[in-house]
C-alpha cells in the first residue's frame, strides 16, 4: 500500500515526529511504500479560493510553489497519515494550509484510507482537529477512517505510545 504522511509539526525531534516515526517503521516493517513531507518546512502558501483550478486550470493550482512535490504522492497514494502538534484545539496552520490546497485536485481516485497523529502538553484539547478531520475530510473525501491516535503530556514519546503507533503501522498489510 501507498501511504502519504503529512507531518504538521515544526520540530524534527518534537512528540508529534516521534509518534510518525514509530508509525512509519510499523508500515515499512509491514512492505507498505511510505512518502512522508513535513510540510513546517516546505513553503506551501494557503488556498486563495480564487478557482483558477477548476477554470482556466484543468486542476492545477495557480500558485507554484513546494505542493507541487506533494500532489503526485496525494494522487497516487491508498491512505494518507495527517499528523500534527495540537496549537490553539487544531492542527498546525501549515497542515492546514495543504490540506485546503488539495482543493484543486478533488478526491484522489486511490485514497481510500486516512489515519489522524495528534500530540500536546494537555488532555481535552483534541475536539476541534478532530471534528475538522471527520467532517471536513474523512465525509468530504469518503474515506475510511483507521484512527484517532493522540498523545499528551507524560504520554509523549513513551514506549507504550510510540508501541502502539507501531503496532498500528505494522498491521496495515502491503
Known sequence: MKILVL??????????AAMVD??????????NQIDVF?????KIAGCLGCEYCH???????????DMQ???PHFEQADMIVLASPVYYLHISGQ???AITRTYNIGIPKNLKK????????ADDVYD????????GFIEYMKLQDLGVFTAYGEQNKSAEKLDELYQFGRSLTA
Open 128 to 135: 476541534g482537529a478532530v471534528y475538522s478531520y471527520h467532517y
Open 69 to 71: 512535490k506533494i500532489y
Open 55 to 65: 477554470t482556466k486550470g484543468n486542476g492545477n493550482c495557480i500558485q507554484e510553489d
Open 95 to 97: 497542515l492546514q494550509c
Open 22 to 31: 514509530a508509525f512509519i517503521r510499523g508500515a515499512k516493517d509491514a512492505g
Open 7 to 16: 507531518n504538521g509539526s515544526p520540530r524534527p525531534k518534537g512528540n508529534t
Open 114 to 121: 486516512a489515519a489522524l497523529i495528534l500530540s500536546s502538553g
Open 38 to 42: 513535513s510540510v513546517c518546512h516546505m
